[in-house]
C-alpha cells in the first residue's frame, strides 16, 4: 500500500456514516447478544480461539450486529475473510470464492471464511452451488439473515450450520450505543461541541425499535444538519429528535415470521377473552398493511372453533362483518374488524365443535360401517328390501323426541359433541342428558326384550 491508497483509505473512514465508523471492532465493545455472545458462551469461545470450524447462520433484525459480529471474525480469525452479498453475488461468485478458497487451501493449508450477507435472497440453486464445498470444509459459511433460515435456507445446508439467533437491541442498550457515540473523539463526535438532550436520546433510542444502525444514523442526521448556537455549540433536542428519526415502518412482512407470530398472538387473544389485547394486535396488522380479508377468514374459523354454539350468533356476526367488509371496503371496514373481534374476544368460548373431528377419526379408524336399515331410504326400497321399517317419527311423539339408534351397529352410546358449560352451551347440555337418558332406558329395555319400538298405528314411518 503507498501513501495516496494510505491517505484514501484514512479519508473514506473519517467520511463513512456514523453508523460505520462506530461499528463495534472487537467482542468485548459488541452491545447486546449477551445470550450468545456472554463471557462462555459457544460462539464466543469458538471465535476467541479462533476455532470456528462449522458454518454458522446468524438470524436478526436489521441492525443488531450480524455484519459486524461477522467482522470480528474477520480480524480475530487466522483464517482468510471473504465477503458476498446475496443481492449481487451468484453461483459464478460462489465457484470463484471456492476455487480460490481451494488453492488456498492446497498451497498455504489456510482455511476460508464466507460471509454471504442476505443470504435469504439466494435461491435454492445458488445455495446449493455453496454446499458441497461446506460440506467437505473448503469454505466454512456465515450466512447473515433477516429472514427465518428455517423457511429461507435449504434444509441440506442448514443442517451443516449451527443457527445463532440475534434479539433487537432494548432502549438502554441503544442509548449505550448513542452515548459512545457522541463522546468517542476518534469515531465518534467525542472532539464537537455538543449538546445533545437526555429526552432527545431517549426518543431515537425508542423509535429506533432496537435497530441500531437507524439510531445512529438519525443522531447523525441531527447533528450534521443543526447549526451551531452563537456560542458554537450544535444543540439536539426533543424537536430536533423527532424530525431525525420518523416512527419505524413495523417489520412485517406477508409470509415471513412477523406475519405468522402476529396473527397467532390475535387469534390467541380473542380465544383468550383479551379484546385489549386482540384490538393491539388487530391494529398492528391493519397498520403493517394485512389484508383484510385474511383477518376476517381467520375470525370466521375462530367464530365455530373456538366459541361454537357457546354462543351461536358469534358466526352471525362474524360472517355479517365480513360481508360488510366486502361492501364497504377500507379503511371504513376497520369498525366491522373491531366489531368481530370484540364480540368474538367477549363471548363464552367452547370448542365442542371440534367433536367433528373425533368422528372423522372413528371413521378413518373402522371404515364406513352400514347405514341400519331404520334409518335408510324408504322411498326405493322399502317394499323389497324393508329400507326404513322401524323408523320412529321424532314429531309424532311428545317434545318431537323419542330414543331410537341413529349410530351404526357397534357404535351405540358413542359420544362425539360434548357441550360445554358455557353460554347456549349449558342448555344444550341440559337437553342432551335428558335425551341421552331417554336413549339410555330404550337400550337397556330393548335388550331385555331383544325388540325395537314400533311406530304408533298410522304413522308412516317418515321420510
Given at each position: ?115 454471504v ?5 439466494w ?7 455453496l454446499l ?101 455549540v ?6 430536533v ?45 391493519v ?57 368474538l374476544?367477549?363471548?363464552?368460548k ?11 377419526a ?23 328390501l ?24 357397534g357404535?351405540?352410546?358413542a ?17 342432551l ?19 325395537v ?11
Amino acid at each position: 500500500m503507498d501513501l495516496f491508497e494510505q491517505a484514501r483509505e484514512e479519508r473514506e473512514k473519517r467520511e463513512a456514516p456514523l453508523a460505520a465508523r462506530m461499528r463495534p471492532r472487537t467482542l468485548d465493545e459488541m452491545v447486546g447478544q449477551g445470550h450468545i455472545l456472554g463471557p462462555g458462551t459457544l460462539l464466543r469461545r469458538a471465535i476467541e480461539s479462533d476455532r470456528l470450524f462449522s458454518s454458522i447462520i446468524l438470524w436478526g433484525p436489521p441492525g443488531t450486529g450480524k455484519t459486524t459480529l461477522a467482522m470480528i471474525v474477520a480480524r480475530t480469525t487466522r483464517s482468510h475473510f471473504e465477503t458476498l452479498s446475496a443481492v449481487l453475488a451468484g453461483v459464478a461468485d460462489v465457484r470463484r470464492v471456492v476455487a480460490e478458497a481451494k488453492e488456498r487451501r492446497a498451497l498455504y493449508g489456510q482455511r476460508t471464511i464466507l460471509l454471504v450477507d442476505e443470504v435469504h435472497r439466494w435461491n435454492k440453486a445458488q445455495q446449493d452451488a455453496l454446499l458441497p464445498h461446506v460440506e467437505d470444509g473448503t469454505v466454512v459459511l456465515i450466512g447473515a439473515t433477516t429472514e427465518n433460515p428455517y423457511f429461507e435456507v435449504v434444509p441440506p445446508l442448514l443442517s451443516r450450520s449451527r443457527v445463532f439467533r440475534l434479539r433487537p437491541l432494548s432502549p438502554a442498550e441503544i442509548m449505550l450505543i448513542l452515548r459512545r457515540a457522541l463522546s468517542d473523539p476518534e469515531r465518534g463526535y467525542g472532539g464537537r461541541p455538543l449538546d445533545v438532550s437526555e429526552e432527545a436520546l431517549e426518543h431515537l433510542a425508542r423509535v429506533a425499535d432496537g435497530d441500531a444502525r437507524a439510531a445512529l444514523n438519525a443522531l447523525e442526521l441531527a447533528v450534521e444538519s443543526t447549526p451551531p448556537g452563537a456560542d458554537g455549540v450544535i444543540r439536539v433536542d426533543l424537536g430536533v429528535a423527532q424530525e431525525s428519526i420518523q416512527q419505524r415502518a413495523l417489520r412485517y412482512y406477508k409470509g415471513a415470521d412477523e406475519h405468522y407470530d402476529t396473527i397467532s398472538a390475535f387469534i390467541k387473544s380473542v380465544r383468550g377473552s383479551d379484546p385489549h389485547a386482540a384490538l393491539y394486535w388487530l391494529a398492528k396488522m391493519v397498520h403493517a398493511g394485512e389484508d383484510p380479508r385474511f383477518i376476517m377468514r381467520r375470525l370466521l374459523i375462530l367464530a365455530a372453533e373456538d366459541i361454537g354454539l357457546a354462543d351461536p350468533m358469534g358466526i352471525v356476526v362474524a360472517a355479517a362483518c365480513a360481508r360488510a367488509l366486502e361492501w364497504v371496503g377500507m379503511p371504513e371496514a376497520q369498525y366491522h374488524l373491531a366489531q368481530a373481534t370484540i364480540y368474538l374476544a367477549t363471548a363464552p368460548k367452547s370448542n365442542s365443535v371440534g367433536g367433528y373431528f373425533a368422528a372423522l377419526a372413528k371413521v378413518q379408524e373402522q371404515g364406513e360401517l352400514e347405514v341400519p336399515d331404520h334409518l335408510k331410504d324408504a322411498s326405493r326400497d322399502g317394499a323389497a328390501l324393508g329400507h326404513g321399517k322401524g323408523y320412529l317419527y321424532p314429531h309424532d311423539f311428545p317434545g318431537h323426541f323419542v330414543p331410537q339408534q341413529y349410530l351404526p351397529p357397534g357404535l351405540g352410546g358413542a359420544t362425539f359433541y360434548r357441550p360445554g358449560d358455557q353460554g347456549f352451551e349449558r342448555e344444550i347440555a341440559r337437553r342432551l342428558a335428558e335425551w341421552e337418558a331417554a336413549r339410555a332406558r330404550q337400550r337397556a329395555t330393548s335388550s331385555s326384550q331383544n325388540t325395537v319400538p314400533e311406530s304408533p298405528p298410522g304413522v308412516p314411518g317418515g321420510p
